[in-house]
């Protein structure tokens, strides 16, 4: 089966709006057939001839130099960033630490707000505490 | 040493573990032809060195995340570049100025050939000022880096048959703006 005439008109055209005019760059399989069809085509080969003066502007316009830049300096600056495993250390440390002064300030026993009764209840024998905790103060005596 | 070591994968290699000369060396391979690029892409100088800045930022930052095994160097960076060009774009609808075409340097010894050449120069800035960053990355990559369709294509992040189109139809719309702008176009009532 072979291709209709106009597949590879339309082909050749598109490889050179595309590719320009510079045939070293076409498609290797499509390079021999492209020519063919626009060598028989003066339309094809009024739009190579075209696309090679474009071709000249914008090779220019794209190698044109530009002024030089400090590399140096750039590469300082970016070095200034830590990098990927850095960050993800420091964000580890960081949450280490905040655990680490979490665990060490928490208090191992709950402080009673009223010291007293321990102090004293220490201190005290058995019989004195009893005496202390069921005898009536002069406040207390008026309630009974 | 490092100054021998001239494969650009093994100097990425060494700033995967954190070796800031092999770092420096690798930039001052990139840094020019990169600047290049990105001001091409962007149209606007400035623009283009914080591009490139982010973009080595990115290639220090994520060294590690480099396989040789998926292409080279160039291409690696050279795709962090475009996206970051093509981000930027994104974010600040930039309307960049044409680069003063007084500023476009010319070597020929004949002032009025000089001359002559400026002014070309500066109608292909004025058309290339006209078309999108997608579409003057596909132009830089191929016309100015030597950049096959498969090879712009990985960098763009598409296919090789979309970069064809992307550049028949920058290339057809350059045509069309050059032609208008020639001064017998101009006359033509």
Redesign the interface.
Known sequence: MTEPTGYFHDRAA?II????GDTA?WPDAERATALAVIAGNPALKAALT??RK??V?????????????D??M??A???R?????M?WAAGGSIAASLAAAIVLLTPTEITPSTAAPRVTVATLSDEAAFEQVFTLTPDEEHLL | MLQMIDDPALLMARVATGDRRAFETLVGRLYGPCLRIATRVLNDRTEAEDALQGALTKMWTEAARFDPARGSVDGWFRRILVNQCLDRRRRFKIVAPIEAAATVPSDLPDPFEASVANARARRVDAAMASLNPRQRAAITLFHGEGASMAEIAVTLETTPKAVEGLLARSRIELARLLDSDRPESRNKP
């Open positions: 598109e709006a595309a590719y320009g760059r075209e696309a474009l071709d502007d914008l090779t220019s316009w794209a190698c044109r130099p530009v002024r030089n830049g590399a140096r750039a590469a600056a970016a070095m960033q830590p990098r990927s495993f960050r």
